[in-house]
């Protein structure tokens, strides 16, 4: 009788554990869809945004080039969240920095040209395009939490021997971008 009160305790808690490491891998998989949508959105908004430069910047053809270059590699990086590891989303997130810094330096040739920054369409854009960099940070920082809770979960006592059994495993975070530990030089 002892037995199977064991047993009956046994696999309760294994059940408990394994249906919240499930919800917790959830979460994270639904975080980590946002910060594709929202990286997504950014991606949608770019050939409007090169073309509306286009018509008054001719001449900053290699800019807009490598605005169009990086968002091209960009995309092309898929990640299916059950492949997300280390590897794959140092790939995605360096993709997604390169396209960072074509768009700021298209943003920073902007300066040069009033009639473009006073254009409609392009502030709109530029408003758009802001309001999505935020967002994308946001979606990241869901995601990091995200991540957080369920690598805590798995290496959890009881849970980290049910995480073993049903192939749990601990899934990435973003590291932050080469150079991002030193303020930028501001020179008046």
Not at 83 to 91: G, I, M, S, Y
Request: glycine letters at 4%.
């Amino acid at each position: 009788m002892m037995a199977l009160v064991g047993i009956a305790m046994a696999s309760s808690l294994s059940s408990c554990n394994y249906n919240s490491l499930v919800d917790k891998q959830q979460d994270v998989d639904q975080a980590w869809a946002q910060v594709e949508n929202q990286y997504q959105r950014r991606s949608d908004l770019i050939p409007n945004l090169v073309n509306t430069v286009k018509g008054y910047a001719t001449h900053e053809s290699e800019t807009l080039e490598k605005v169009t270059e990086a968002r091209a590699k960009a995309t092309s990086i898929n990640i299916d969240v059950n492949d997300l590891n280390e590897e794959t989303l140092a790939r995605y997130q360096q993709a997604q920095g390169e396209l960072s810094q074509a768009l700021g330096k298209l943003l920073a040739v902007t300066e040069a040209y009033p009639d473009l920054k006073a254009n409609e369409n392009f502030m709109n854009l530029q408003t758009q395009l802001e309001g999505t960099e935020n967002r994308i940070s946001t979606e990241r920082m869901r995601y990091t939490e995200a991540v957080r809770e369920y690598n805590g979960a798995i290496k959890k006592f009881p849970t980290v021997i049910y995480a073993g059994w049903f192939g749990f495993k601990e899934k990435p975070q973003f590291k932050a971008e080469a150079g991002a530990e030193k303020a930028p030089e501001v020179k008046f």
